[in-house]
Nanobody, 115 residues
């Protein structure tokens, strides 16, 4: 069992920045694929950014050029740096780890972009 704990959410003005962090209770293996998802009220959960053990990344079109995902295998963490935030980025953000056929989720951290 892997536990994921997100932190770093909050209220920020449009154009501002936030950094989300995801700490894991177990060692992250190079085979693990990690990602950040978000879910806004009344909408489906969507992939924001993902990263493989080899460091390959992918992003939703809506966040390309603004968000950066990174992982630190030594610290067993994954981070999402969010710049130029927009009101439409408002959502609950979830950390995800996929290991083979298993998928683990954190409890989520709320990000609100509003003036």
């Amino acid at each position: 069992q892997v536990q994921l704990v997100e932190s770093g959410g909050g209220l920020v003005q449009p154009g501002g920045s936030l950094t989300l962090s995801c700490a894991t209770s177990r060692i992250i293996f190079s085979i693990d694929v990690m990602g950040w998802y978000r879910q806004a009220p009344g909408k489906q959960r969507e992939l924001v950014a993902g990263i493989t053990g080899g460091g390959r990344t992918n992003y939703a079109d809506s966040v390309k050029g603004r968000f950066t995902i990174s992982r630190d295998l030594a610290k067993d963490t994954v981070t999402l740096r969010m710049n130029s935030l927009k009101p439409e980025d408002t959502a609950n953000y979830y950390c995800n780890l996929v290991r083979g056929s298993l998928s683990y989720w954190g409890q989520g951290t709320q990000v609100t972009v509003s003036s």
